[in-house]
């Protein structure tokens, strides 16, 4: 039977299909990557044209395109100095399974489709658990990021508090940290519900008293959840869970922990410790693409209570029926999301090969690098800490530079591809920082970076 005209688009050469691997081949064996920049899209539109056309450019030319154009347009998050925001070094082991990932059309959402992979995630799951010291039984689902973590924590969140009460108030609110993520402000916003801020002390820790505080300032208000966060995006800074934890608990609160940053620290032995309460929280994340040497994009949340995730999310219709009434593990029940990539995969796959151990290492490793950094800085006239780095975000300024002289810096050290370093600020006042999560990163990048910012 000959091949129909309409599926001709489903095969390509076989010149083609070497090509992609090829070009795969290559990126994966760069050390380092190149560090590339954004253009334009004056500049974009200009080299690359219009690129979707009902004819189609063909795949030799398409993938010449991104090889020539695209990709260089594009910041390679892995470079060893890159330091912004929060960076992302996949293992090759990772990167290279997420190629079969997307070879192997799985759906990740049920246990009826996606059986094997479901199994393999719920391993990961299961270990973060063991990690973290929560009961066994508890469990939950790779989703796309923190935000969407959260997000899906606190919709659980007030879906067992409206359990518990038996009604719906007049206004729910969570409290966390008023240095707590921007995604939080985001899930109150899509919730509809209020955030009560609690204090967080000079340091950027948030203690118990304050979440007291924030309680006896919740007049009228319900509150469904109270969130504590393992390392602040901007500083590293962990909540002082323990003490969060007693709260939550003697008000009947779900505690959750947003550790979608910082949260890997539990594995390395000198930041375990930050942790301790942890073993409390009714739910928490962390964000393997970010401290777990994981590829874009996967958060994994996690609940002591898996069951009351899966009354809250459990989307119900008559399709579905077949696959909610199994009684089987469905990733999608626990968290906004249907259909999924099974995200956790090339986790799972780098974790298996390499063991848990390397991950302890590597984790380590970054918090070291963040000590021996925050050690240069501190010998230099010019700089000065802003905040003793806690994990691996150090965050300092230099002397004399206001807004201008940080984006100019910060401008020439990327257009020479040494690294990328946005300025950042704290109360007003600009600074760097590093995120330090790729163990590529050594204390010469460090040096090197440092060197550039001239001294008076
Ligand atoms: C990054 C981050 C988030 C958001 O995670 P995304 O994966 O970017 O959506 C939430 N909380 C904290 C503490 C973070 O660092």
Redesign the pocket.
């Known amino acids: 039977m000959p091949t129909p005209e309409s599926a001709k688009m489903h095969e390509v050469t076989g010149e083609l299909r070497e090509a992609v691997f090829e070009y795969a081949r290559t990126r994966l064996s760069y050390a380092p990557p190149p560090l590339d920049s954004p253009k334009p899209l004056e500049v974009l539109n200009e080299l690359a044209g219009q690129t979707i056309t009902e004819k189609g450019l063909g795949g030799s030319a398409a993938l010449e395109l991104f090889g020539e154009v695209l990709a260089p347009s594009t910041i390679s998050t892995d470079h060893p100095g890159y330091l912004s925001f ?1 960076p992302s070094a996949p293992t090759e082991a990772s990167k290279l399974f997420d190629l079969i990932v997307s070879a192997s059309a799985i759906y990740g959402g049920s246990w009826m489709e996606g059986a094997g992979a479901v199994f393999a995630e719920n391993q990961v799951i299961e270990w973060l658990v063991r990690e973290t010291g929560l009961p066994t039984g508890a469990g939950g689902v790779f989703v796309q ?6 997000l899906s924590a606190l919709v659980a969140a007030r879906f067992a508090a409206e359990k518990r009460l038996g009604h719906k108030p007049e206004r729910w609110a969570f409290i966390c940290s008023s240095e707590a ?1 921007s ?1 939080l402000k985001t899930a109150a916003r899509v919730m509809d519900v209020d955030i009560i801020a609690a204090r967080a002390d000079e340091d950027g820790q948030l203690g118990g008293p304050a979440v007291d505080s924030a309680l006896a300032a919740a007049g009228d208000r319900e509150v469904f959840a109270i969130v504590a ?1 393992g ?3 901007n500083f590293g800074i962990v909540d002082s869970i323990d003490e969060i934890a007693s709260v939550a608990k003697s008000h009947n609160i779900w505690l959750h922990v ?5 949260l890997a620290a539990i594995l390395a032995p000198s930041t375990r410790k930050l942790f301790s309460g942890l073993e409390n929280a009714d739910s928490f994340i962390v ?1 393997p ?2 401290w777990l040497f994981a590829p874009f ?1 996967a ?1 994994a949340l996690v609940y002591r209570n898996p069951e009351l995730a899966r009354e809250a999310h459990t989307q119900h219709g008559e399709y579905l029926d077949t696959l909610t009434e199994s009684g089987e593990w469905n990733p999608s029940d626990y968290a906004i999301n249907l259909t999924r990539r099974p995200r956790g995969l090339p986790l799972w796959f780098s974790l298996a090969t390499h063991g848990v151990a390397a991950y302890r290492a590597a984790v380590e490793t970054n918090c070291q690098l963040a000590r021996d950094a925050a050690e240069l800085i501190r010998k230099r006239a010019d700089l000065e800490l802003v905040r003793e780095p806690m994990l691996s975000v150090v965050v300092f300024k230099k002397h004399g530079w206001n807004q201008s002289d940080y984006d100019a810096w910060s401008d020439k050290l990327l257009a020479d591809q040494i690294a990328f370093v946005v300025p950042s600020s704290h109360r007003g006042e600009p600074n760097l920082r590093f995120a330090i999560v790729n163990p590529t990163t050594t204390i010469e990048t460090i040096a090197e970076i440092l060197d550039r910012i001239e001294k008076d």
């Open positions: 929060i990021g923190g935000t969407i973590g959260n993520h995604s966060t390392g602040t995006t947003d550790g979608a940053y910082g964000d693409h970010k994009d958060c």
